[in-house]
């Protein structure tokens, strides 16, 4: 059973027109204009920021410049931390409380839609407060009101690094196409993790043939989305195509129904229930990759240039931006933490450019502000020392 992506067989979902998600009657006119976007940022004691605030006047691409440690990135990930989930960076709380604070932070955000957002840790608490306008809210709840997706500079080596690391991207991803996606792979984790303890432990039939039947229904809805996902994406896609790999995957690929995969990995399952050390040797959706291939160029990507890697992943984003928009009619919020390295100034304009015609608010960092010069309907915002020294807005 092949366990990694074939990039050179990319085109294994053939590309249809997304259905748009039914939505609320409304007026036409109104369903037209009501797209949801970031008009303040408010950030208390998160990072190095004490205090600060930024007001985008409903510009669609906001520029944070600034010197190395100045507060750029901190904006960004209190941007990631309204998502729901822990975060670009993936820290714990108490790492993104200001050093010198009482020990907690609070994140708020006004939406042009008029709606309040807020997140928030208290020292002594054991995990983020979530509310929405005021009142207090579960965090998946959260991401019913944005979508958003962000690249860093650990992404730049994104095709070649391990499948774990695209996993982990491209699931993050289908999370903001498919909201109960994070909650099916955060599930499938846990249970894999009971398995091999009740292994280990010796325990009896009945307790693992229940874990049996939940590992293999999750795990054939979470083959399911990610198909689903990279045949809609490729939809978007022109340069480059997408490929997803792996046991469960294959076997809804071949032709079998949900029902008959599930059966088949259960079967599996229950024929494979031994330990190598402390470890199972299972195969499955924890062990899928994902593929991309440069169709203008016909290699994967992992082939390529390191700048030609990066214009394939803003590709990406770029059509998930544009997927998610056609789903859901909502603008996903994209952050780009030192994007415009290894892109020329075309390059940067046409990146740009291109995300805002697909209806996305784009939060960016970069050290020189005359990089992004000509960006159109900017915002730009210094930082110094972890506050905002000045907002300019472009004639």
Known sequence: MQRTANPSMPVRFRPRPPKLEKQPLRPFFLFCIIVIMITTLSLTDFRNHKTSRIDTCGCQNIIITG????????????????SGERGMRGASMSDMARFGG???????????????LSVSFNNGDTNRRARIDGDSAALS????????????????????????????????????????????????SKLLTERAFALKNGSDSNWLNALDVQIAGISVAISVARIQYAGQLNYFLSRCAVSVSGMTEQMLIDGMTAGDAERAYLSYLQDNRVLCGDKMILDGPHKSDFGVYNQELGLP?????????????????????????????????????????????????????????SQAQVWATGLDPDVF???????????????????????
């Open 301 to 357: 990507a992992y082939l390529t240039s390191t700048g030609q890697q990066k214009t394939v992943l803003i590709d990406l984003i770029l059509a998930h931006a544009k997927l998610v928009f056609t789903k859901t009619s909502n603008r996903v919020i994209v952050l780009l933490d030192e994007a415009a390295a290894h892109l020329d100034s075309f390059a940067r304009l046409n990146m740009f450019t291109s995300l805002g015609k």
């Open 102 to 116: 009482n020990g907690g932070f609070s994140v708020f955000a006004n939406l042009s839609d008029e709606t309040e």
């Open 67 to 82: 010197p190395n440690g100045s507060g750029k990135t901190a904006i960004l990930e209190a941007v990631s931390m309204l």
């Open 373 to 395: 010069k000509n960006v159109p309907n900017a915002k730009f915002v210094a930082c110094l020392d972890g506050g905002i020294n000045n907002i300019l807005q472009p004639e």
């Open 141 to 188: 709840d959260l991401s019913k009101h944005m979508r958003i997706v962000w690249l860093t500079p650990k992404e730049d080596r994104l095709f070649v690094d391990s499948a774990s690391d695209r996993r982990s991207f491209f699931d993050r991803l289908v999370s903001s196409f498919d909201s109960a996606h994070s909650g099916r792979t955060a599930r499938l």
